[in-house]
Each structure stands twice: as structure tokens, then as C-alpha cells.
């Protein structure tokens, strides 16, 4: 039987939990309709701690584990908040309120040419503030699921057409997710 190790293709089906106190909240689900599905050891995205307690499974397998917040998608970082002109948010002189409002994914392209995406905080009538934390930056993860396939990578699988989230729409089945992403994918 396949184990999941470096260059297989791995499909899973598994619910994420954020634990406060004992309490724990679903945020995201991948199921078996529509799984989270990458290469083994190839995808960038992927928590390595996550990948560590998925290795070695099988299929029909099944998995719970905890992750820190370290281990997880990290600490939250208070420099990761940061204020903008809302004259930025302006087409043809009229601010942006569309696609620009509290809580919405905004992305942004960093001075070396990066797509990164920050959720918008707060906006006052003269600025927007965006956090640029993962979401579950700082949160103790529970991770519940059931391993559905393991088998060989193709040759396609293993050298994708895009190779990230820069213009992928969140919705394109990039391995990994794309959260916050915008545009489409090649």
C-alpha cells in the first residue's frame, strides 16, 4: 500500500479547528467532494509541521493533531499592521468602496514586485489599515481528517503550469489554497 512521502500525490479530506481555551471553532473544511489535494514535499504552502504528522499514512488513514501557534502559521506580528493613504484606494478620484471595505482581501504589490494580500482593519476618512497576517496567525490549530488517495505523482503534477498564488483567484484548486489571492490562474 502507498505511504505518503516526498513525490507522491495526496489527496485528503480534513476540518480545521481554532482552540481558545478549550473551545475549538471550525474555520475551513476540504471535503471528500472536494479535497486538498497536492505533491508530497513539493508544495511550498504547506505547514511543515502539518507535513511531518500526515507522513507515512495511507490511504484510509486517519489524522488529528494540534499544531501551536508557532508550528502553525506563526505569532502575529504587529509590524505586519500597517496604515495607508486612502487616496491609494482611489479610481478616476473616488475611493474604491467595492472592492475596499472592513474585512475585505486586498492586494497589494510590495516594492519588489510581490503580491501579498492584507485584510482590511479599519478605515477613517483619511486611511486604510491592513493586517497582512495569515488569518490564523497566532491560533492554536486543530486538524481532524482521513487520508483518500496516495499514488505517484505525474509529470504534470510534479511541474505545475503556475507556480504560485500570484494571480491565482482562490477558487483555481492550486495545492495548498490560495487564500487571499486574486486574479485567475494561468
Request: overall charge negative; hydrophobic content about 30%.
Amino acid at each position: 500500500m502507498e505511504t505518503i512521502k516526498f513525490g507522491k500525490y495526496v489527496s485528503l479530506a480534513y476540518e480545521i479547528f481554532v482552540v481558545d481555551g478549550g473551545k475549538e471553532t471550525s474555520v475551513f473544511k476540504f471535503s471528500q467532494s472536494k479535497p486538498d489535494s497536492f505533491v508530497y514535499g513539493m508544495d511550498q504552502t504547506m505547514i511543515d509541521a502539518f507535513m511531518k504528522h500526515i507522513e507515512g499514512k495511507a490511504q484510509g488513514d486517519t489524522f488529528d493533531f494540534t499544531l501551536t501557534p508557532e508550528e502553525a502559521f506563526g505569532d502575529r506580528k504587529q509590524e505586519l499592521v500597517m496604515t495607508f493613504d486612502k487616496k491609494m484606494f482611489e479610481h478616476d478620484g473616488e475611493f474604491d468602496s467595492d472592492n475596499v471595505y472592513e474585512g475585505a482581501a486586498v492586494p497589494m504589490r510590495t516594492e519588489q514586485g510581490m503580491i501579498v494580500t492584507g485584510r482590511v482593519t479599519a478605515i477613517t476618512a483619511t486611511e486604510v489599515t491592513l493586517d497582512f497576517n495569515h488569518p490564523l496567525a497566532g491560533e492554536t490549530i486543530h486538524y481532524v481528517g482521513q487520508v483518500l488517495l496516495v499514488r505517484d505523482a505525474t509529470p504534470s503534477e510534479l511541474n505545475p503550469k503556475h507556480g504560485g498564488c500570484e494571480g491565482c483567484s482562490g477558487s483555481c484548486g492550486h495545492e495548498g489554497g490560495c487564500d487571499g489571492c486574486s486574479g485567475s490562474c494561468d
